[in-house]
């Protein structure tokens, strides 16, 4: 069994153990496909991805980079409804995100998860986990170069595309 498969299995479990202590989880949880939510996600990442961009025009950058954190995470929340798992876990979403590539049930650009991980900070270019961090535990008020915001803008859209593609595909 893979590391994200050992990732999964434990993220399945942990939900498991919450529900039945408290009656709410911060895990994974197998459920049916349910489309509709799949595409109520879809339309929270594009809010989210406007918010990033009204929030720009009025002068607070700082908070967009939450809303396109939020916009990438909602498309991956998206991609589990339709194979059936409700997260509330980043971990656990990406894992699942992660496990589904590994078999050949999607089809994804490794940047898109990879800009979530906060194990690959290092290595991406645009991390959306580091960005949001800095400002969000920072003291800065606005992105001091335009192309970073540019390129998460840009990761957004085709995120938002190759998610919609995921969902309805068979």
């Known amino acids: 069994m893979s590391q994200v498969s050992n990732k999964v299995k434990w993220c ?3 939900a498991e153990r919450e529900l ?3 009656g709410l989880h911060r895990g994974l949880v197998k459920s049916e496909p349910n489309m509709d939510f799949a595409e109520k996600h879809m339309v929270k990442a594009e809010h989210n991805l406007n918010a990033a ?4 025009k009025g002068g607070y950058s700082d908070w967009s980079t939450s809303a396109f954190f939020y916009c990438l995470y909602h498309c991956f929340l998206a991609i589990l409804r339709k194979y059936g798992y409700e997260s509330r876990n980043q971990e656990c ?11 050949g049930v999607i089809d994804i650009d490794s940047k898109f998860i990879d800009t979530l991980k906060i194990t690959k900070v290092k290595e991406t270019d645009h991390s959306v986990i580091k960005m949001r961090e800095d ?11 335009k192309d970073e915001f540019d390129e998460l803008t840009k990761m957004c859209k ?3 595309y190759a998610a919609r593609e995921i969902i309805h595909s068979q």
Request: hydrophobic share 45%; no cysteine.
């Open 158 to 160: 085709e995120f938002i």
């Open 20 to 22: 039945e202590e408290t």
């Open 53 to 56: 961009l009204y929030f720009e």
């Open 93 to 103: 979403t990406l894992a699942v995100i992660e496990a589904l590539k590994e078999e």
């Open 12 to 14: 399945l479990n942990k």
């Open 135 to 145: 400002f969000q535990y920072g003291v800065e008020l606005d992105f001091k170069r």
